[in-house]
Protein backbone atom coordinates (compact mmCIF):
# COMPACT_ATOMS: atom_id res chain seq x y z
CA UNK A 1 0.00 0.00 0.00
CA UNK A 2 0.92 3.92 -0.09
CA UNK A 3 3.31 5.10 2.54
CA UNK A 4 2.63 8.10 4.30
CA UNK A 5 5.19 9.63 6.68
CA UNK A 6 4.98 12.09 9.50
CA UNK A 7 8.18 14.15 10.76
CA UNK A 8 9.02 14.04 13.80
CA UNK A 9 7.61 11.03 15.53
CA UNK A 10 7.39 13.01 18.86
CA UNK A 11 8.42 16.28 20.42
CA UNK A 12 8.49 18.19 23.34
CA UNK A 13 8.19 22.00 23.68
CA UNK A 14 8.02 24.70 26.46
CA UNK A 15 4.30 26.74 26.83
CA UNK A 16 4.30 29.61 23.88
CA UNK A 17 6.57 27.85 21.00
CA UNK A 18 5.83 26.86 17.52
CA UNK A 19 5.87 23.65 16.37
CA UNK A 20 5.77 22.16 13.00
CA UNK A 21 4.56 18.78 12.07
CA UNK A 22 5.38 17.38 8.39
CA UNK A 23 3.23 15.00 6.73
CA UNK A 24 4.37 13.37 3.46
CA UNK A 25 2.99 10.84 1.02
CA UNK A 26 6.17 9.26 0.04
CA UNK A 27 5.00 7.19 -3.30
CA UNK A 28 1.64 8.96 -4.52
CA UNK A 29 0.32 12.44 -5.13
CA UNK A 30 -1.77 13.41 -2.13
CA UNK A 31 -4.83 15.61 -3.60
CA UNK A 32 -6.11 15.85 -0.14
CA UNK A 33 -4.64 16.12 3.55
CA UNK A 34 -6.38 15.72 6.53
CA UNK A 35 -5.03 16.76 9.93
CA UNK A 36 -6.57 14.38 12.79
CA UNK A 37 -5.91 15.09 16.67
CA UNK A 38 -6.12 11.83 19.48
CA UNK A 39 -6.69 12.46 23.19
CA UNK A 40 -5.59 9.75 25.12
CA UNK A 41 -8.88 7.22 25.25
CA UNK A 42 -10.46 9.36 22.49
CA UNK A 43 -11.53 8.82 19.18
CA UNK A 44 -9.60 10.65 16.49
CA UNK A 45 -11.20 14.03 15.74
CA UNK A 46 -10.64 15.10 12.16
CA UNK A 47 -9.25 19.00 12.63
CA UNK A 48 -9.16 20.27 9.38
CA UNK A 49 -8.84 18.95 5.50
CA UNK A 50 -6.55 20.44 2.99
CA UNK A 51 -6.56 20.44 -0.67
CA UNK A 52 -3.37 20.75 -2.68
CA UNK A 53 -2.67 24.41 -3.86
CA UNK A 54 -5.98 25.85 -1.41
CA UNK A 55 -6.78 26.76 2.00
CA UNK A 56 -7.69 24.11 4.35
CA UNK A 57 -10.89 24.05 5.45
CA UNK A 58 -11.18 23.87 9.29
CA UNK A 59 -13.67 22.12 11.50
CA UNK A 60 -15.91 23.15 13.87
CA UNK A 61 -14.49 24.47 17.04
CA UNK A 62 -10.70 24.22 15.81
CA UNK A 63 -9.07 27.79 15.59
CA UNK A 64 -7.15 28.24 12.18
CA UNK A 65 -4.91 31.32 13.23
CA UNK A 66 -3.18 28.91 16.23
CA UNK A 67 -3.28 25.37 13.94
CA UNK A 68 -1.99 26.67 10.48
CA UNK A 69 -2.32 24.24 7.40
CA UNK A 70 -0.18 24.29 4.12
CA UNK A 71 -0.27 22.14 1.57
CA UNK A 72 1.80 23.69 -1.01
CA UNK A 73 2.22 19.96 -2.83
CA UNK A 74 1.58 17.28 -3.49
CA UNK A 75 3.42 15.34 -1.77
CA UNK A 76 3.57 17.51 1.84
CA UNK A 77 1.43 19.27 3.98
CA UNK A 78 2.63 21.14 7.45
CA UNK A 79 0.19 21.56 10.37
CA UNK A 80 1.87 24.25 12.56
CA UNK A 81 1.09 24.60 15.97
CA UNK A 82 1.48 28.72 17.06
CA UNK A 83 1.99 29.45 20.54
CA UNK A 84 1.57 26.07 21.93
CA UNK A 85 0.00 25.51 24.88
CA UNK A 86 0.11 22.40 27.55
CA UNK A 87 -3.45 21.55 25.98
CA UNK A 88 -2.28 21.54 22.70
CA UNK A 89 -0.47 18.14 23.89
CA UNK A 90 -2.03 15.29 21.91
CA UNK A 91 -1.07 12.91 18.86
CA UNK A 92 -1.20 14.45 15.96
CA UNK A 93 -2.14 11.74 13.00
CA UNK A 94 -2.45 12.72 9.22
CA UNK A 95 -3.89 10.93 6.58
CA UNK A 96 -3.62 11.45 2.69
CA UNK A 97 -5.63 10.91 -0.25
CA UNK A 98 -5.31 10.61 -4.17
CA UNK A 99 -8.00 11.59 -6.86
CA UNK A 100 -9.08 8.34 -7.68
CA UNK A 101 -12.19 6.93 -6.67
CA UNK A 102 -13.26 3.27 -6.25
CA UNK A 103 -16.68 2.63 -7.64
CA UNK A 104 -19.40 4.02 -5.85
CA UNK A 105 -17.44 5.84 -3.59
CA UNK A 106 -14.00 7.79 -2.21
CA UNK A 107 -10.80 5.87 -2.01
CA UNK A 108 -9.46 5.43 1.16
CA UNK A 109 -6.47 7.79 2.96
CA UNK A 110 -3.72 6.20 4.04
CA UNK A 111 -2.87 6.94 7.49
CA UNK A 112 0.44 8.22 8.95
CA UNK A 113 2.36 7.07 12.13
CA UNK A 114 1.49 10.22 14.07
CA UNK A 115 3.30 12.79 15.75
CA UNK A 116 2.91 12.69 19.93
CA UNK A 117 3.14 16.87 20.58
CA UNK A 118 3.68 17.09 24.84
CA UNK A 119 4.29 21.46 25.80
CA UNK A 120 5.16 21.47 29.06
CA UNK B 1 -23.95 15.23 12.73
CA UNK B 2 -22.52 11.69 12.32
CA UNK B 3 -21.84 9.92 15.52
CA UNK B 4 -19.90 6.36 15.49
CA UNK B 5 -20.54 4.56 18.85
CA UNK B 6 -18.31 1.58 19.52
CA UNK B 7 -19.17 -1.45 22.13
CA UNK B 8 -17.29 -2.62 24.29
CA UNK B 9 -14.65 0.04 25.13
CA UNK B 10 -12.32 -2.84 26.30
CA UNK B 11 -12.67 -6.21 26.14
CA UNK B 12 -10.21 -9.31 27.57
CA UNK B 13 -10.18 -12.25 26.48
CA UNK B 14 -8.32 -15.54 26.83
CA UNK B 15 -6.16 -17.01 23.37
CA UNK B 16 -8.00 -18.68 21.29
CA UNK B 17 -11.51 -17.44 21.78
CA UNK B 18 -13.64 -16.02 18.88
CA UNK B 19 -14.64 -12.34 19.25
CA UNK B 20 -16.84 -9.83 17.62
CA UNK B 21 -16.55 -6.07 18.41
CA UNK B 22 -19.53 -3.74 17.30
CA UNK B 23 -20.15 -0.29 15.83
CA UNK B 24 -23.03 2.04 14.90
CA UNK B 25 -23.61 4.93 13.32
CA UNK B 26 -26.42 7.61 13.10
CA UNK B 27 -26.75 8.70 9.62
CA UNK B 28 -26.78 5.68 6.99
CA UNK B 29 -25.65 8.10 4.38
CA UNK B 30 -22.40 6.57 3.83
CA UNK B 31 -19.92 6.21 1.19
CA UNK B 32 -18.35 2.90 2.80
CA UNK B 33 -17.12 1.91 6.69
CA UNK B 34 -13.50 0.47 7.95
CA UNK B 35 -12.17 -0.87 10.44
CA UNK B 36 -8.51 0.13 11.55
CA UNK B 37 -6.03 -1.78 13.90
CA UNK B 38 -4.29 0.75 16.51
CA UNK B 39 -1.03 -0.20 18.58
CA UNK B 40 -0.32 2.39 21.41
CA UNK B 41 1.24 5.28 20.86
CA UNK B 42 0.90 4.64 16.70
CA UNK B 43 -0.44 5.47 13.74
CA UNK B 44 -3.28 3.40 12.42
CA UNK B 45 -3.74 0.25 10.31
CA UNK B 46 -6.35 -0.20 8.02
CA UNK B 47 -7.79 -3.77 7.99
CA UNK B 48 -10.88 -4.04 6.30
CA UNK B 49 -13.02 -1.65 3.91
CA UNK B 50 -16.68 -2.11 3.20
CA UNK B 51 -18.32 -0.13 0.53
CA UNK B 52 -21.70 1.30 1.39
CA UNK B 53 -23.17 -1.81 -1.22
CA UNK B 54 -21.42 -4.75 0.38
CA UNK B 55 -22.78 -6.91 3.17
CA UNK B 56 -19.55 -8.12 4.54
CA UNK B 57 -15.39 -8.30 3.69
CA UNK B 58 -13.05 -11.42 4.93
CA UNK B 59 -9.11 -11.08 5.51
CA UNK B 60 -7.73 -14.09 6.66
CA UNK B 61 -9.01 -14.60 10.32
CA UNK B 62 -10.75 -11.51 10.26
CA UNK B 63 -14.61 -10.59 9.11
CA UNK B 64 -16.79 -7.48 8.84
CA UNK B 65 -20.24 -6.90 8.37
CA UNK B 66 -22.53 -3.92 7.47
CA UNK B 67 -25.99 -3.14 7.34
CA UNK B 68 -26.19 0.23 6.50
CA UNK B 69 -29.62 0.52 6.83
CA UNK B 70 -29.79 -0.37 10.81
CA UNK B 71 -26.29 1.47 10.62
CA UNK B 72 -24.57 -1.25 12.06
CA UNK B 73 -21.11 -3.03 11.40
CA UNK B 74 -19.30 -5.94 13.54
CA UNK B 75 -15.84 -6.90 13.20
CA UNK B 76 -15.41 -10.74 13.93
CA UNK B 77 -12.14 -12.22 14.47
CA UNK B 78 -11.89 -16.15 14.69
CA UNK B 79 -9.27 -17.80 17.30
CA UNK B 80 -7.51 -15.11 18.85
CA UNK B 81 -4.11 -14.42 19.65
CA UNK B 82 -2.00 -12.27 22.02
CA UNK B 83 -0.79 -10.46 18.55
CA UNK B 84 -4.23 -8.98 18.50
CA UNK B 85 -3.62 -7.42 21.26
CA UNK B 86 -4.58 -3.61 19.83
CA UNK B 87 -7.18 -0.82 19.97
CA UNK B 88 -9.41 -1.76 16.88
CA UNK B 89 -11.01 1.87 15.57
CA UNK B 90 -14.43 1.80 13.50
CA UNK B 91 -14.93 4.64 10.63
CA UNK B 92 -17.44 5.37 8.34
CA UNK B 93 -16.54 7.55 5.34
CA UNK B 94 -19.53 9.93 4.06
CA UNK B 95 -19.26 13.10 2.00
CA UNK B 96 -18.50 16.66 3.53
CA UNK B 97 -19.09 19.62 1.06
CA UNK B 98 -21.68 20.41 -0.84
CA UNK B 99 -20.32 19.43 -4.26
CA UNK B 100 -19.96 15.98 -3.35
CA UNK B 101 -16.15 16.01 -4.18
CA UNK B 102 -14.93 15.19 -0.81
CA UNK B 103 -14.91 12.86 2.02
CA UNK B 104 -14.34 12.35 5.37
CA UNK B 105 -13.96 9.99 8.31
CA UNK B 106 -15.91 9.98 11.19
CA UNK B 107 -14.14 7.43 13.88
CA UNK B 108 -15.45 5.75 17.14
CA UNK B 109 -13.69 5.63 20.41
CA UNK B 110 -12.56 2.12 19.44
CA UNK B 111 -12.56 -0.90 21.69
CA UNK B 112 -9.36 -1.45 23.46
CA UNK B 113 -8.73 -5.55 22.92
CA UNK B 114 -6.19 -7.71 25.20
CA UNK B 115 -5.68 -10.94 24.32
CA UNK B 116 -4.33 -12.73 27.51
CA UNK B 117 -1.94 -16.29 26.76
Known amino acids: GAVVSQHPSWVICKSGTSVKIECRSLDFQATTMFWYRQFPKQSLMLMAT?????????EQGVEKDKFLINHASLTLSTLTVTSAHPEDSSFYICSARGASRLAGGPIPGFFGPGTRLTVL | KQEVTQIPAALSVPEGENLVLNCSFTDSAIYNLQWFRQDPGKGLTSLLLIQSSQREQTSGRLNASLDKSSGRSTLYIAASQPGDSATYLCAVSEVWNSGGSNYKLTFGKGTLLTVNP
Open chain 1, 50 to 58: SNEGSKATY
